[in-house]
């Protein structure tokens, strides 16, 4: 079945370095979602992806999705400690239902 | 209301009890969906609604998991006969376009 694996599973940075994690799909995807979860807390939507060699920026986020559209990345630039969570990736085939990737939990140092 | 709202937050289940879990989604809302997140992992998809339809239910692990909808708006996963292996947090969603609205989840353990 559909898969969707993401890299790394962890990170650890200083507060100020960048961060990037990294999702790969099996099977091309029609749409791929970012979500952000804080510990203790439920996912949080951040953006959606459609178009081929998308490229999206929220304030220090940026977002791509590949020219396959089976792949895709989240940078952050200059990490603060607010950033801090897990992020997850969710590819949509051809019908609503989303798979989740297994996140990345980030951990920043100040 | 302003958010997903679910209940019970927190559920402790003698194994073989049934149990009934609530979601409260957005309002006009027209797409509901049930995950199950287990600790250190993504969410894992359960069942989808579109109004009162249950268009895909491939999610649901055993015929002890079952969602409604009655009327397109609250939503109930009841799980028959508890078992230990779900104990797990599960999430409500709603969603009028792409984004999906996570409500708080309930945290289910299985004795």
């Known amino acids: 079945g559909q898969q969707v694996m993401q890299i790394p599973q962890y990170q650890h940075v200083q507060e100020g370095e960048d961060f990037t994690t990294y999702c790969n799909s099996s099977?091309?995807?029609?749409?791929i979602q970012w979500y952000k979860q804080r510990p203790g807390g439920h996912p949080v939507f951040l953006i959606q992806l459609v178009k081929s060699g998308e490229v999206k920026k929220q304030k220090r986020l940026t977002f791509q999705f590949g020219e396959a559209k089976k792949n895709s990345s989240l940078h952050i630039t200059a990490t603060q400690t607010t950033d801090v969570g897990t992020y997850f990736c969710a590819g949509a085939g051809n019908n609503r239902k989303l798979i989740w990737g297994l996140g990345t939990s980030l951990a920043v140092n100040p | 209301g302003a958010g997903v709202s679910q209940s019970p937050r927190y559920k402790v289940a003698k194994r073989g009890q049934d149990v009934a879990l609530r979601c409260d989604p957005i309002?006009?809302?027209?797409?509901l969906f049930w995950y199950q997140q287990a600790l250190g992992q993504g969410p894992e998809f359960l069942t989808y609604?579109?109004?009162?339809?249950?268009?895909?239910k491939s999610g649901l692990p055993s015929d002890r998991f079952f969602a409604e909808r009655p009327e397109g708006s609250v939503s109930t996963l009841k799980i028959q006969r508890t078992q230990q292996e779900d104990s797990a947090v599960y999430l409500c969603a709603s969603s009028l376009h792409a984004a999906q609205y996570f409500g708080p989840g309930t945290r289910l353990l299985v004795l």
């Open positions: 309002s006009g809302h027209v797409s």
């Open positions: 099977t091309t995807l029609s749409n």
């Open positions: 609604f579109q109004n009162e339809a249950q268009l895909d």
